[in-house]
């Protein structure tokens, strides 16, 4: 039997629905008891590739814990648990929270905008300079 894919497993898991941290304590959990059965195996006198069939075996099918966890009502994010109400709730926090992400765009990034600002205020007054002796040129000419 092949090594578990424990990368695979979580993504499964959080495509099921289940929350991500216990999907992640799961698949930490796991990863734990299949190094504990292959050292156990190795201890016993078996080759590194013949441990590790052996706790794979042991271990089972991921599929089996995917199911078992998606069966579990209580594992899952609360959007799995209430759809209706997720299709609701996503839309109204995402109105509200729109008009905030300006502001914190421009606190993450103050310090590119307060050079843009100092160029175009640069800009402004070089611009106004030339349109004053434009002017006076103009007047006194």
Not at 34 to 51: E, H, I, P, Q, T
Not at 70 to 88: C, N, Q
Request: glycine share 6%; with cysteine; hydrophobic share 50%.
């Amino acid at each position: 039997m092949r090594e578990p894919d424990f990368n695979l497993l979580a993504t499964e898991l959080l495509r099921k629905g289940i929350a991500p941290k216990h999907a992640h304590r799961t698949v930490n959990e796991l990863r734990d008891h299949y190094d504990d059965l292959v050292d156990a195996a190795v201890d016993d006198g078996a080759n590194s590739r013949k441990a590790r069939s052996q706790a794979a075996a042991q271990l089972g099918k991921m599929d089996v814990f995917v199911t078992e966890m998606a069966s579990r009502r209580e594992l899952k994010t609360w959007s799995f648990r209430y759809p209706h109400l997720a299709i609701v709730v996503y839309p109204l926090a995402c109105i509200a929270v729109l008009p905030a992400i300006p502001v914190f765009a421009g606190i993450a990034h103050r310090a590119m905008l307060m050079r843009w600002g100092a160029s175009l205020l640069g800009a402004g007054l070089i611009t106004a300079l030339m349109l004053l002796v434009m002017q006076l040129s103009i007047i006194l000419g």
